[in-house]
């Protein structure tokens, strides 16, 4: 390559793609693959921040606080202000002379524009909002391909490698929240479509990973019970309440119960494919 050609590749103006994650490590990625996350704990706060409140002005006191908490130092202003400017060019990148529109400067404080980039919280939602309509309108098997599409935006607890406050903290939380609830209707739409074969597996995976989530283990009795196992659910059940005893002290709750008595007698409405949630 000639040095007039990489002079020219320094100065590229056109604004790229950025996607940014927070759906597990907090992570910013071009659009041609280039990496971008900023290493700084503190920029790395406020990105997050940004993030979390995309297209939406925020107060440099807010973001103070955010940083700093209730007792910043004296020069908050003036170092949020550097921070800005700083996370300002690490968004670009050593090749890019700028990105245009990713974080403005706005009378009331300062915004993270998203339109023409990526975010894959804002995804997620935007994908469970669409499940959401396809299953009104009937087509469960387009609402399952949209949730498990969604599912896999997640690459684990949100923001895991970003310390922050309280306020943080609960955001992350509230992700992680939505990732049960997108779980929850994802399986009982793959129950309702009868492929709980195929959920076994990801079922147990999971029972593991969340032992303390008890709808988990309806699932898995129920799909053990649809594939012919219904010795392996009632198993399951026994497991289950082992874990309880010993480690909380309490037996599994009145919905559990009643399904092991119903996996007892076989009950046939259990094979009702309509069926997804039980209750007591």
């Excluded at 409140?53 to 007792?71: E, F, K, M, P, Y």
């Excluded at 289950?240 to 009145?254: H, L």
């Excluded at 009950?267 to 069926?275: E, F, G, H, Y």
Aim: hydrophobic share 40%; net charge neutral; aromatic share 6%.
């Amino acid at each position: 390559m000639t040095e007039l050609s990489l002079s020219s590749a320094a100065v590229r103006t056109e604004s790229p793609r950025l996607d940014f994650s927070v759906l597990g490590s907090l992570t910013v990625t071009r659009g041609d693959g280039f990496v971008l996350t900023p290493t700084p704990p503190k920029l790395r706060l406020l990105l997050a921040m940004l993030i979390l409140r995309a297209n939406q002005v925020v107060s440099a006191d807010w973001l103070i606080h955010g940083l700093w908490g209730a007792h910043p130092p004296r020069t908050a202003v003036t170092t949020l202000q550097v921070y800005i400017s700083k996370l300002r060019r690490a968004l670009i990148g050593p090749d890019w002379r700028t990105v245009r529109g990713v974080i403005d400067t706005d009378t009331s404080g300062y915004v993270l524009r998203m339109a023409g980039h990526g975010c894959d919280y804002l995804r997620v939602r935007s994908l469970g909002q669409q499940a959401r309509a396809a299953e009104a309108s009937g087509d469960l098997a387009e609402a399952a391909r949209l949730l498990s599409e969604s599912l896999a935006l997640w690459r684990g607890p949100a923001l895991a490698d970003v310390r922050g406050g309280s306020w943080l903290n609960s955001q992350a939380k509230a992700l992680d929240e939505e990732l049960t609830d997108l779980r929850e209707r994802w399986i009982g739409l793959e129950l309702q479509l009868g492929r709980h074969r195929s959920l076994v597996g990801e079922l147990y995976r999971l029972v593991e990973e969340y032992p303390n989530w008890e709808t988990l283990y309806h699932h898995l009795m129920i799909a053990l019970h649809r594939s012919g196992r219904t010795a392996d659910a009632l198993d399951i059940y026994g497991e289950m309440r082992i874990r309880f005893v010993d480690e909380y002290g309490m037996e599994p709750g009145p919905v559990s119960r009643r399904l092991h008595q119903r996996l007892l007698c076989r009950d046939p409405a259990l094979n009702d494919l309509s069926i997804s949630q039980f209750s007591a």
